[in-house]
């Protein structure tokens, strides 16, 4: 195999990355990486889901772990899940402040944490505080879609669970 084939293989194997991702890390040209990832779809290596963006994952991970990898390619999710990740509860007020966010964004970036079902909302009068639903589940799902991620978490794991 080529240099680029084999990175590419390597690279989807071990995560799930999108199209452009994949040509940005591979430093392989654009027509290179679109032969060599429609060759190794072809022999079952690797798939990919389409949506906003193509993503590439190794087939055997499963849909909904895509589906998480997916909605934390926005920033404003991946932002929130981090945050909620390491506290028990927070008010989206708290949120808006801490991450510095508008808000709307904060507030639509609930809905879809709340619509794949990762956070639950809790009500306390007057307010509403969210958290996560299943942390462990939450942490599998990112070793196996943002390993690099979780390594930087690593140190502060233990406190999550407080």
């Excluded at 994952?57 to 997916?70: M, Q």
């Amino acid at each position: 195999m080529s240099r680029c084939k084999d990175s590419i293989l390597e690279m989807i194997s071990s995560e799930p990355i999108t199209l452009m991702n994949l040509r940005y890390e591979t430093n392989c040209a654009f027509e290179t990486v679109s032969k060599y990832v429609d060759e190794l779809e072809s022999v079952g290596k690797i798939t990919h889901k389409k949506g906003k963006f193509k993503i590439f994952y190794n087939p055997k991970l499963g849909l909904e772990k895509i589906e998480f990898f997916e909605i934390m390619l926005n920033n404003s999710v991946r932002s929130v899940l981090l945050t909620l990740m390491h506290a028990k509860n927070k008010s989206q007020n708290q949120l808006v402040t801490e991450l510095s966010k508008s808000h709307p964004t904060i507030s639509r970036t609930l809905q879809i944490l709340q619509d794949h079902d990762v956070i639950e909302r809790n009500f306390h009068a007057p307010f509403r505080t969210y958290s996560i639903k299943d942390k462990l589940k939450i942490i599998s799902f990112m070793k196996d879609t943002h390993p690099r991620l979780v390594d930087q978490m690593t140190d502060n794991i233990s406190e999550m669970f407080m």
